[in-house]
């Protein structure tokens, strides 16, 4: 018996280590054990890199664990927490002041047109709904609509036109497939887009301009384009199996990742180019050219548990080339908000940062 459980555990040992080995040559052939190598698991905080600093935003002691963030300039920024908290920073989170603690909750997406309007999708009890400012977000008022399920994703063209992924209610203890759906009245009431396959996962994008201008990412590796406010959505392969990062900058212009691709195109989608062979977490590009996201660069066996490694890359002539800022196991970004080419903010955990270059 002894020998045999040797043998079994000669046996275990071998395949984690095949499977370490498996993965991390899958995540980038060549380079991942190069970033393995150099993740820095006790590293605490965020380092410069090339170009950006980063700066720890004071974020209110009540607040157990924050959601989204939305500054609409350096001083004026608002703060979502996981439970029905909105909190309104007017002196560039120096003080933070309590503005919202009613029925809505766990604000999956924020977006304002201006410094005044802007939306939040929630949830009230069990069912969906919105939010809605009218005042830079010191006063908000909630939008119900439990018939249409849960919202999980928000652009806006202006005050009444809005557009919004949708998951319906819950049948027999799961959802149903999303749907794209529009609203002309502010958000009261909302008309489902047919034709239409939407992308669950929460970090892609839905974005439509007031130049007639969208895009939202589909399934199956599908992006969909609009060029009249939304009334005509034309679908656009890319190649991938799956797109979970997506952005475009105009007509032409766009970017999309999936697990271990990451593509970009230059002629409104008809063909698509390999930028990058990591999953881009988060990011955000200002132009065609110049752009910073956080890309996982690793995935190890880290303690018995399989651990992200990530870096911050930023470009300048869009992708071609990375300038590549230091891999940590410590870099999970959930969210950056830009509020212009220079300066953003940044939510980690429970943890703001501003990041900044000169």
Not at 159 to 173: E, H, L, Q
Not at 259 to 276: A, P, Q, R
Not at 315 to 327: A, C, K, L, M, R
Request: glycine share 10%.
């Amino acid at each position: 018996m002894p020998h045999q459980r040797t043998i079994t555990l000669i046996l275990f040992c071998g395949f984690v280590l095949l499977l370490t080995i498996a993965i991390s040559c899958n995540n980038e052939p060549g380079e991942s054990s190069h970033y393995s190598d150099n993740c820095k698991t006790d590293f605490k905080g965020f380092p410069d890199i090339p170009g950006w600093n980063f700066t720890s935003v004071p974020v209110p002691t009540e607040i157990k664990r924050a959601r989204k963030i939305y500054f609409i300039s350096e001083l004026h920024g608002l703060l979502f927490s996981d439970e029905n908290d909105i909190w309104l920073t007017e002196d560039g989170s120096i003080t933070w002041q309590h503005v919202y603690n009613g029925e809505a909750r766990a604000f999956d997406d924020v977006t304002f047109l201006d410094s005044l309007n802007g939306f939040a999708t929630a949830w009230y009890g069990h069912e969906g709904g919105l939010v809605k400012t009218t005042d830079g977000g010191m006063n908000w008022h909630l939008i119900k609509f439990s018939t249409r399920g849960v919202l999980f994703k928000i652009s806006f063209v202006d005050t009444m036109i809005g557009f919004a992924f949708f998951r319906p209610k819950m049948v027999d203890g799961s959802y149903s497939k999303p749907f794209l759906a529009k609203t002309i009245n502010g958000g009261t009431n909302w008309q489902e887009i047919p034709g239409v396959d939407v992308n669950g996962y929460s970090p892609t994008q839905l974005k439509v301009f007031s130049n007639g201008f969208g895009y939202m990412a589909g399934d199956g590796g599908k992006l969909y384009l609009t060029s009249d406010i939304g009334d005509h959505w034309i679908p656009v392969e890319t190649g991938l199996e799956d797109i979970f990062w997506n952005q475009a900058i105009n007509a032409d212009t766009m970017y999309a990742s999936s697990y271990d691709s990451f593509l970009k195109s230059t002629n409104g989608g008809v063909t698509w180019h390999e930028i990058s062979k990591y999953f881009v977490e988060t990011g955000h590009f200002f132009s065609g050219s110049d752009g910073i996201t956080v890309q996982r660069v690793a995935s190890d066996l880290l303690y018995d548990v399989f651990e992200d490694c990530n870096a911050f890359l930023t470009t300048s002539d869009g992708g071609e080339t990375w300038i590549e800022g230091p891999p940590s196991y410590y870099f999970s970004v959930s969210q950056i908000n830009f509020i212009n080419h220079k300066t953003g903010f940044l939510l980690f955990k429970n943890e703001i940062f501003r990041i900044h270059r000169d």
